[in-house]
């Protein structure tokens, strides 16, 4: 079973900021949270990933709780190129690329 | 391109028969996964090697699929008498080595297989 809980679908309005919310309630102190999202037919694509300090890069920002045990993903400014499928899973740093992949959230990004 | 490239990207196959895939990972990466996605669904972890190295195996990997990195670079997987439930994505991604700068995995385009 997926370590973590996504909702199954959103929507957001082009130029808008996105925000994907990921529960992970049972995440272990060595446990990274890590972003990927896949477009259609193609492989996952890595986003963003962080310890328990918010991360910011060229992609996105990931905020998470002071208690670890939830995220959000934010994408400043929602283009129609971001619909997706988003994942969030939690991995140790050490064998990041091993993961447990949920059903993600589907992001439509709506003009 | 030095992205992760898996060959080929769509392979249609009679029940019953062997296929075989490949995947060429980034140079320096020395960890090799291999997942399995069926749609709508995410990934499926199905082994990984760090080098030529085996290092673990997911209970869905029955005893008709077989992976290899022979010389810790390119690796394959073959599936030995398709089954009409083994079509899915093939995904295979690498990532550094452990300790290294950046540990997140990259992934090939993947392989679709359908067996008919």
């Known amino acids: 079973d997926a370590k973590t809980t996504q909702p199954p679908s959103m929507d957001c309005a082009e130029g808008r900021a996105a925000n994907l919310p990921c529960n992970h309630s049972?995440?272990?102190?060595?446990?990274?949270v890590y972003w990927y999202r896949q477009i259609h037919s193609q492989g996952p694509q890595y986003i963003i990933h962080g310890l328990k300090n918010n991360e910011t890069n060229e992609m996105a920002s990931l905020i998470i709780t002071e208690d670890r045990k939830s995220s959000t993903l934010i994408l400043p400014h929602a283009t129609l190129r971001d619909t997706a499928v988003y994942y969030c899973?939690?991995?140790?740093?050490?064998?990041?690329?091993?993961?447990?992949f949920g059903d993600g959230t589907t992001l439509t990004v709506k003009p | 391109d030095t992205g992760v490239s898996q060959d080929p990207r769509h392979k249609i196959t009679k029940r019953g028969q062997n296929v075989t895939f490949r995947c060429d990972p980034i140079s320096e990466h020395n960890r090799l996964y291999w997942y399995r996605q069926t749609l709508g669904q995410g990934p499926e972890f199905l082994t990984y090697?760090?080098?030529?190295?085996?290092?673990?195996k997911s209970r869905l990997l029955s005893d008709r699929f077989s992976a290899e990195r022979p010389k810790g670079s390119f690796s394959t997987l073959e599936i030995q008498r398709t089954e009409q439930g083994d079509s899915a994505m093939y995904l295979c991604?690498?990532?550094?080595?452990?300790?290294?700068?950046?540990?997140?995995?990259?992934f090939g385009q993947g392989t679709r297989l359908t067996v008919v």
């Open positions: 090697f760090q080098n030529e190295a085996q290092l673990e």
């Open positions: 899973i939690v991995s140790p740093l050490t064998n990041a690329g091993k993961s447990t």
């Open positions: 049972t995440i272990s102190g060595n446990e990274y």
């Open positions: 991604a690498s990532s550094p080595r452990p300790g290294a700068l950046n540990t997140e995995a990259f």
